[in-house]
């Protein structure tokens, strides 16, 4: 019963911002809960605005007009117990080589360092992947990091065609045919995307239990 409470009735309550990493890989210490959800995918997709509407506090992390201007990883504590993260962004066609290295350097190392329990990869709903984002997926799936694909800006398109259109993107990836469709102006999938969590930190839990037992 209390299992089932955690997934169902989880609910953002409380977000603060932690701090920001660069190239130092000086992350804070693990959250309280072991959780840590990040968020990827190409600048401008809505990665932002996605932590913004989820924690409902549109001050939170920092939405920008203008692509590929966060460098930085950015730590938010949710309800004092998980992580979420806002990484830099891919697609920034005009950027010097330079500067797309030390995205994949980045990146790279974050994913190595074993601290992600989950991925929220952002898929513009209206429009294919682009060949970053299959390549961003091949990475997802070469560190075996569980993900969720989120088909963002589903207010641009009619009700009739979200879901439609959020699956199809999926599929044009090489994912399994499904992907939540999500609003950060409407909150549309916020609930669901919010039992995600707490389902995520329900597994996460149940797996330190286990451990528990296993010593
Ligand atoms: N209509 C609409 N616009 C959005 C949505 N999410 C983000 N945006 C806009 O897209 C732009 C980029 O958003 P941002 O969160 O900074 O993207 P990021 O680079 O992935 O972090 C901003 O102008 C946002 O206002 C959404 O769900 N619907
Ligand atoms: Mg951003």
Sequence with gaps: MTERRQMDDFAIKQAEFITSVGMSGDYPPPAPCGVEIAMVGKSNVGKS?????????????????SPGKTRL???FCINRQLYLVDLPGYGFAKAPKTEKEAWGRLMERYLASGR???IFLLLDIRHAPTAEDKQMFEWILYYGVPFTLVAT???KLSRAHRQQSANAAAKLLG?????????SENA???????????????DQLRLRESNNFAI
């Design 49 to 65: 605005s996605l932590i913004n509407s989820l924690c409902n506090n549109y001050k939170l992390a920092r939405v920008s007009g």
């Design 73 to 75: 990883i950015n730590f």
């Design 116 to 118: 992600l329990t989950h």
């Design 153 to 155: 800006k589903s207010d």
């Design 175 to 183: 994912a399994p045919p499904s992907a939540l469709p999500y609003s």
């Design 188 to 202: 549309q999938g916020r609930e669901e995307l919010q039992k995600r969590i707490g389902a995520i930190l329900e």
